[in-house]
């Protein structure tokens, strides 16, 4: 069975998208073991001078490093990720590469209509930078709308659709593991790439 990680893209105590993901792990259990990480515990980036990173971004970095693939589940901040999920990020691409070549489906639920449709979008162009460079499940978007009417007490997704599109979704996911373990040619001299990679060189 695959293992993934499931990244609570909020340091909310209350969110919707823990509970979109808390939903999946359980709905999913079957076909796949999800792990929901938290990234509330990052300290805010500040490019330590020693290169040496926290320990809690190390062992975020393993646990990914680890996994077939992450799900990323991102609120809406104006119009984007919030600064705690780039924050995280950022620490992921700084002297580590979790994510090279690493699956990555993103879903996201947000009060508004869209679902968080432009934080996704956003957050997408963020896992392409050449220290990130994950592989992002293309032409797919799970969007939650209205996402505090979208769970019943059970913290079930009420809408038959939405779980359907869900599964939908998922299973492409699990595919799409399957195609990007193949796509593996380029791996060693992308990851070379990112590390050799520096904002700072002169
Ligand atoms: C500072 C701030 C900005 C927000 N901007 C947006 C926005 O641009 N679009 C939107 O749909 N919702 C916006 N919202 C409401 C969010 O939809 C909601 O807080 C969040 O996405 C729900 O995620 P959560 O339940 O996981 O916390 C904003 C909320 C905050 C606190």
Redesign the pocket.
């Known amino acids: 069975m695959k293992k993934l990680i499931g990244l609570?893209?909020?340091n909310?105590t209350?969110?919707?998208?823990?509970?979109l993901l808390q939903f999946m792990q359980q709905h999913f259990s079957e076909r796949a073991e999800i792990e929901l990480v938290e990234i509330k515990a990052l300290p805010v980036f500040n490019k330590p001078e020693s290169k040496e990173l926290p320990e809690s971004v190390k062992a975020l970095a393993e646990k990914i490093e680890a996994a077939d693939g992450v799900m990323i589940?991102?609120?809406?901040?104006?119009?984007?990720a919030?600064a705690v999920l780039i924050n995280a990020l950022n620490w992921l691409s700084y002297g580590i590469y979790p994510f090279v070549d690493k699956p990555v489906m993103i879903t996201?639920?947000?009060?508004?209509?869209?679902?968080?449709s432009?934080?996704q979008m956003h957050l997408r162009q963020i896992l392409d930078a050449p220290e990130l460079k994950a592989r992002i499940m293309p032409s797919s978007e799970f969007l939650l709308?209205h996402?505090?009417q979208a769970f019943d007490d059970e913290n079930k997704l009420v809408s038959k659709e939405k779980i359907e599109k869900l599964e939908g979704l998922f299973e492409d996911f699990l595919t799409f593991v399957d195609i990007i373990n193949q796509l593996n040619h380029a791996h060693e001299i992308n990851k070379k790439e990112a590390e050799n990679f520096s904002w700072e060189r002169v």
């Open positions: 609570v893209g909020t909310s209350a969110s919707t998208n823990r509970q589940s991102t609120p809406e901040y104006n119009h984007s919030p996201g639920a947000s009060y508004g209509t869209l679902g968080s432009r934080a709308s996402s505090l």
